[in-house]
């Protein structure tokens, strides 16, 4: 009997999706196509966020099939909608002739164009991590919302399914009109191997280069320094709270990094490091005892979860999508109000005031929780779903 067919649709190769395109192909019950829309130019993308040209350094187009698509866009990217303009992207599908198609992301002239197309022609499945957390509050945002909730409602009525992510992502699929039936988790992931490999000693070399001896407590923020994620509200917090033998890493680049480093000047204690690619993330999580994200807007946070792999207490904010799913208060570390500085200076003071040996036991408490969201997880459902087609 042949295998199923599935189409994927996504902007170009993400270190996230990338891995689960690869394990699909690997472990053989489906057959998989991904058609890349962006084109081959998003292989040299620049970052605006980071400030610089990303070229990771894992391997992102090996072990599954895939393609490359024209994007005749003139101003081709995945920042606007008419950034992915691709001419053939519907007559390429077809003659890949899949028994589903599955889209990342609808936000694109191409992407919206193909689910209109193949609606009641065959399954179309979606995957996106939205939430409801921002959710407006004034008047005028309020009516912009309406607006909104009409326009989203017919977006998701092209749709047959979705994979949610997690609790926040569920709930706005619910709100934007899709139905219990139509919706299969497929839990947000990393590369868990990957992380949780043992690299120990390069940490412990790390942590000596900071100049930290075993009981310090070095805290971690690891991404884009840039507004949203809020980076000044942890060095303000941390600064005041003066407690020795703790420490404050900042690894990564942004439009924020010299006003922080300046505000920093006098503190021996906070230390900043350029962006590290994937090869090297892994041992600056290592190294930490506690990770924060701070951020004022986040659908979900895969930093958190690359944290608690490698199996470290984490500090989040309460508008970060993945909080309610992977952050027990008190166990494996603590969630505070969104930009308020006494609760992220209470809770991280109150974090920082134990032991190492306490945010381990966090950090044991993180490895069991982060356990069953995997990449793994993630093939199943998808493979469960293919498997129904009759």
């Known amino acids: 009997m042949p295998l199923k067919k599935l189409a994927i649709i996504s902007t170009h190769p993400i270190q996230y999706y990338a891995p689960v395109f690869r394990l699909l192909s690997e472990r053989g019950k489906v057959e998989i196509k991904v058609f890349y829309t962006w084109g081959e130019g998003s292989l040299k993308k620049h970052d605006p966020g980071f400030g610089k040209t990303i070229e990771w350094d894992i391997p992102l187009l090996e072990g599954y099939n895939y393609e490359f698509l024209t994007n005749t866009s003139a101003e081709p990217g995945s920042h606007h909608f008419k950034g992915i303009k691709n001419p053939d992207l519907i007559s390429k599908v077809k003659s890949f002739n899949p028994d589903a198609i599955l889209v990342y992301g609808w936000a694109y002239q191409s992407h919206l164009k193909l689910m209109r197309h193949f609606k009641g022609k065959i399954p179309v499945w979606f995957r996106g991590d939205s939430t409801l957390l921002n959710f407006p509050r004034g008047y005028i945002e309020k009516a912009k919302a309406i607006i909104k909730k009409i326009f989203l409602k017919w977006v998701y009525q092209h749709i047959d399914k979705a994979f949610f992510v997690g609790s926040n992502n569920k709930a706005y699929f619910l709100k934007y009109g899709l139905t219990e039936h139509q ?185 069991h929780i982060i356990q069953d969201w995997t990449f793994q997880n993630q093939v199943k459902a998808i493979e469960n779903c293919l498997s129904k087609i009759a």
């Open 183 to 367: 919706l299969v988790f497929a839990p947000h992931a990393i590369d868990n191997n990957r992380f949780q490999k043992d690299r120990s000693e390069e940490a412990l070399n790390f942590r000596q280069e900071l100049k930290l001896i075993d009981t310090d407590i070095l805290i971690l923020f690891a991404g884009k320094l840039d507004n949203n994620k809020n980076p000044f509200l942890l060095l303000k917090a941390f600064i005041d709270l003066k407690i020795s033998g703790a420490y404050l890493l900042f690894t990564g680049n942004g439009i924020l990094k010299k006003d922080l480093e300046l505000k920093a000047l006098a503190q021996p204690n906070i230390h900043f490091c350029d962006f590290q690619n994937q090869s090297i993330l892994p041992v600056h999580y290592q190294a930490c005892d506690l990770f924060c994200l701070p951020s004022l807007s986040e659908t979900w946070g895969l930093a958190v979860n690359e944290a608690m792999t490698c199996g470290k207490a984490v500090l989040v904010s309460d508008k970060v999508g993945c909080a309610i799913d992977l952050v027990k208060q008190n166990l494996n570390g603590a969630i505070f109000k969104s930009n308020s500085y006494i609760d992220i200076h209470q809770k991280l003071g109150d974090l920082i005031k134990k032991k190492r040996t306490d945010l381990q036991l966090m950090g044991q408490a993180s490895l």
